[in-house]
């Protein structure tokens, strides 16, 4: 046999051959075959120069190959190439890996439909990453067929169109499915969906699906610790299904067109870490029984939320980004604000707000502070001189008096 590069099985082989090592003769033609395969793929792929160190006649070990990963015995599991600008379609040859469990072959410039015919066969795998390419047209309608044992599917920032199928919602096993920044259109299958109760990231955010309102039965996925619904057209109140979801530490449903109150168990929620519900139509008081305490980013802004910043917002020890502008906001800022210890992007612009501030500040690790286009008064305190971290500050359309030190 021979030792270039159009084959992984070297003289060795014949060597072992003539011992009765049967186990290790078998395990050595299984590397071999697995080795072979993988040249089939980068054959089949057109030879990409991003796998020229795919080359037995400078690494005999496959599994040293970049973007490869195997079990025991040279078995093939993964294969990652995330950017690495791969431009031809995913080839069937991949899934003659029978063994793989991974692929991953985000952001590179993939184009055509989903590559169904290619990745139907792969049945062990479970983590596909397909996100941020170029891939488009529908998804097919028996994606079901992808394999059951599925965990992690990743199409995000594609150019996909047309309804997603209510087939996804046959893929049980699904921990994470992220649709996310494409160009969807009509209904989503928020029945299926809501039956996939292993889900811990959903992600449907950043299409333009038909308007309408938030389906409280997402409420079933107690698992979630992460959900992105921004910019979806989503419509009327935040469900209280919703409260359920108590492993929640991301919410992101911005950019939407949200009415009513912001529901209270929100700002009691204590696993929540970011909170996203920015440009919306909001309104009401801000809820006052506030133990979020994990809290790290809120960012309110852009509604038409009323009343005063509570005094409980102070407990939110972990902050670092309070965004509450643009909203209609009254009454003073409170002086825990500019004395928190962690804050580091404040921006209370474009409300109401009116008094004095504080002379105290020590929050020495703000970065950005925007108060400004408010009513503020009195004179601007030379605490803000002390604010080392401090790169940006806004402060015009006030009613501040006095001297600028």
Same mark, same amino acid.
């Given at each position: 046999?021979? &030792?270039?590069?159009?084959s +992984?099985?070297?003289?060795l082989? *014949? ?8 186990? @290790?003769?078998?395990?050595?033609a299984?590397?071999?075959?697995? +080795?072979? =395969? *993988? ?33 025991g &015995? ?13 431009t031809? !379609?995913?080839?069937?040859s ?7 469990t991974?692929l ?7 184009t &055509? ?5 290619? #990745?139907?066969? +792969? ?6 990453d397909?996100?941020n390419?170029?891939?488009?047209g529908p #998804? !097919? ?7 059951p044992? %599925? ?5 995000? =920032? ?20 992220? *649709?996310?920044?494409?160009? $969807? ?7 299926g969906?809501s @039956?996939?109760?292993?889900?811990e %990231? ?7 699906f038909a !308007?309408?309102p938030?389906p409280?039965?997402?409420g ?8 992105? %619904?921004?910019?979806?057209? #989503?419509?009327?109140?935040i469900?209280e ?15 939407n ?20 519900? $920015?440009?919306n139509g ?11 305490v ?23 020890k972990?902050?670092?980004?309070m ?7 009254? &009454? ?12 580091e992007?404040? +921006? ?27 009513q #503020? =008064?009195?004179?601007? !305190? ?14 015009q359309?006030?009613? $501040?008096t006095g001297?600028?030190?």
């Amino acid at each position: 046999m021979s &030792g270039s590069s159009t084959s +992984c099985r070297s003289p060795l082989l *014949l060597i072992l051959l003539l011992y009765p090592l049967a186990g @290790e003769s078998q395990h050595t033609a299984a590397a071999g075959g697995e +080795c072979d =395969t *993988l040249l089939a793929v980068k054959k089949d792929w057109g030879s990409p120069t991003q796998l020229a160190y795919w080359d037995p006649a400078t690494a005999a070990n496959h599994c040293t190959w970049k973007g490869v990963r195997c079990a025991g &015995g040279g078995i093939v599991t993964e294969l990652s190439f995330p950017g690495l600008n791969l431009t031809r !379609p995913v080839p069937a040859s991949v899934c003659a890996l029978k063994n793989l469990t991974r692929l991953d072959l985000s952001y590179n410039t993939l184009t &055509g439909a989903f590559p169904a015919a290619a #990745l139907y066969a +792969c049945a062990q795998l479970r983590f596909l990453d397909l996100s941020n390419n170029h891939l488009s047209g529908p #998804l !097919p309608a028996d994606i079901d067929r992808l394999s059951p044992a %599925m965990e992690h599917l990743n199409l995000s =920032t594609n150019l996909f169109i047309g309804e997603v199928p209510p087939t996804i919602a046959r893929l049980t096993a699904l921990k994470s499915l992220l *649709l996310d920044t494409n160009r $969807f259109s009509g209904a989503y299958p928020a029945a299926g969906i809501s @039956e996939l109760v292993r889900l811990e %990231m959903l992600a449907l955010a950043n299409n333009p699906f038909a !308007p309408a309102p938030v389906p409280p039965e997402f409420g079933k996925l107690t698992k979630l610790n992460y959900l992105w %619904m921004s910019g979806m057209n #989503l419509n009327g109140e935040i469900p209280e299904a919703f409260s359920s979801l108590t492993e929640l530490k991301v919410l992101r449903m911005s950019s939407n067109k949200l009415t009513g109150k912001i529901p209270a168990w929100v700002l009691q929620h204590g696993k929540l870490e970011y909170l996203y519900l $920015f440009g919306n139509g909001l309104s009401g008081e801000l809820p006052r029984n506030v133990s979020a305490v994990n809290l790290i980013e809120l960012d309110l802004s852009m509604n038409h939320l009323t009343g005063e910043i509570p005094e409980a917002f102070r407990d939110l020890k972990k902050l670092t980004l309070m965004f509450l502008y643009q909203n209609q906001l009254t &009454g003073s800022i409170p002086a825990w604000v500019f004395q928190h210890e962690k804050l580091e992007y404040l +921006c209370l612009d474009e409300n109401g707000f009116t008094g004095n501030l504080p002379r105290d500040i020590t929050a020495t690790n703000l970065i950005l502070l925007n108060l400004s286009r408010n009513q #503020l =008064t009195g004179e601007i !305190p030379q605490g803000f001189g002390n604010l080392k971290n401090l790169k940006r500050l806004f402060l015009q359309n006030n009613r $501040f008096t006095g001297t600028l030190c």
